[in-house]
Structure formats: C-alpha cells, structure tokens
C-alpha cells in the first residue's frame, strides 16, 4: 500500500516537473522579438533622453552664475552632533565653499 502511494507522489512530481521544464522553455521562443525591442527602445528612447539632457545641462551651465541665498543660522540645520573622520571636521566631504554653508555662514564672506 505504502509502495503504491509512493509511486503516485513521484509520478506527479515527474509530470509537474516535466510541464514546469516545458513551461520554462517555451519562453525562449520568443528571444528575439524581446532583443528587438530592447534595440529598438535603446536607439529611440534611451539615446535621445541622453541627448536632451546634455543639451539641457550645456544650456544651464553657460545661463551664468546665480547669487546664492542669504544665510540664516537656523537652528534645526546644520547639526554636528560629532565632527566628520576628515579634515577639520567641520567641512562635509563633498564642501563647496561658495554653496555649502558652515554652521556659522559662508566661508568667502
């Protein structure tokens, strides 16, 4: 009895394993449609959007230079609660003097 129950378990494994396989191998009928798509979608979409945005940043970057904002000491921003691993810790890594601020104004002033 045990034998036969066994039998049937494995037998439906095997037939679900063999659809699932042949479920799994029907996609690669359609490989190159899908690479087709991908090409097509590369060249017509993705290329352009580069373009558009170079341009758009060439554009911005000879617009010229903007003043920047006065500075007020809010208290909620710029909190060191401990000093950064580098440099006098006070100065983020990426500090540009003329747009990042300190805790207490702009560097240049």
């Keep these: 009895m045990a034998a036969a129950a066994g039998s049937r378990v494995s037998g439906l494994l095997g037939r679900s394993g063999l659809q699932l396989s042949r479920c799994m191998s029907s996609g690669t009928h359609g490989e ?3 690479a087709r798509i991908w090409k ?22 000879h617009h010229g230079e903007e003043e920047r904002p006065e500075f007020v000491a809010y208290p909620h921003l710029r909190i060191r609660s401990k000093p950064f691993p580098w440099g006098d810790g006070n100065h983020t890594l990426f500090h540009n003097p003329h747009v990042n601020p ?5 560097e240049d002033e």
């Design 102 to 106: 300190l805790p207490t104004g702009y």
């Design 40 to 61: 097509a979608l590369t060249y017509f979409v993705a290329l352009p959007g580069v373009g558009v945005s170079m341009l758009n940043v060439f554009l911005k970057s």
């Design 32 to 34: 190159e449609g899908s």
